[in-house]
């Protein structure tokens, strides 16, 4: 048997990490002037995992992220997503494997006001040149599965917030990546909008087994996932992981560990 470094016990090869990252540092300014966020991070996601990063302002979750994502370089360290390794990747390589192996969810939509929902949702099928019949399943199966299917001819500016943002999670998940990043995805939500989005990421992420990594500043969405990574000055600080515990247990855990951190807020 193989001891992983984050999760315990792999049985076999074939349940080798999605996600493998060792010893990130990354840094902004140059040698007179240089601020370094992360400090040598090492983070593993098993697939299906549903994690949530959390941190205080500054303390390096959204960069964090971004490098984990490829939205980012890294300065030192290398990132493994099902073990081909992107870090030293160059642009035209790195955009192909983006487009299969990756998904993003964002804070603010990034939908194209001049596509309608299912255009916009079927945007990764057609970069990858998904046949079309192929296309039309996975398409109605995710959105069907998001419920937005019914105004799948609307445009984004006639949907409400929450069918947005249901929209680009159905855009993230439509050709099936490796790994879908969640920048803040319920951070313009109102409660309700927000809740059904969170119980639809965690429906699909059971059904699926599909791995998602969300950073969030909101205990309620950081309940939702199987395990919470907290991030103070740009490194690990502690992990929370939910195992049989009920969602509001896992919640009360959640807002106990902020409180040792002395707060979460919306930043970096």
Known sequence: METSIMIGIRKEDDDMPILEAHKIHKSYGNK?????????????????????????????????LNVLSSIDSVSQGKIRIEGKEFTNMKDK???????????FIFQDYNLL??????????LP?????????????????????????????KYPNEISGGQKQRTSAARAFVHEPSIIFADEPTGALDSKAASDLLNKLSDLNQRREA???????????????????????????TQLHKGEETRQTFFNDIIKTQGVLGGVNDEH
């Open 113 to 122: 006001d001049t596509l309608t929902v299912k255009e916009n949702i079927m």
């Open 32 to 64: 007179f002037n240089r601020q370094e966020v992360l400090k040598g991070i090492d983070i593993q996601v098993d697939k299906g995992e549903l994690v949530g990063i959390m941190g205080a302002s500054g303390s390096g979750k959204t960069t964090l």
């Open 93 to 103: 390589q790195l955009a192909e494997f983006r487009k299969h192996h990756l998904g």
């Open 125 to 153: 099928l057609t970069i990858k040149k998904v046949p079309r019949i192929h296309a039309q399943k996975l398409f109605e199966s995710v959105a069907k599965d998001l419920g937005i299917y019914e105004v799948k001819d």
């Open 211 to 237: 791995t998602i990594v969300m950073v969030t500043h909101d205990p309620l969405a950081a309940s939702y996932c199987n395990r919470v990574i907290f991030i103070k000055d740009g490194q690990i600080f």
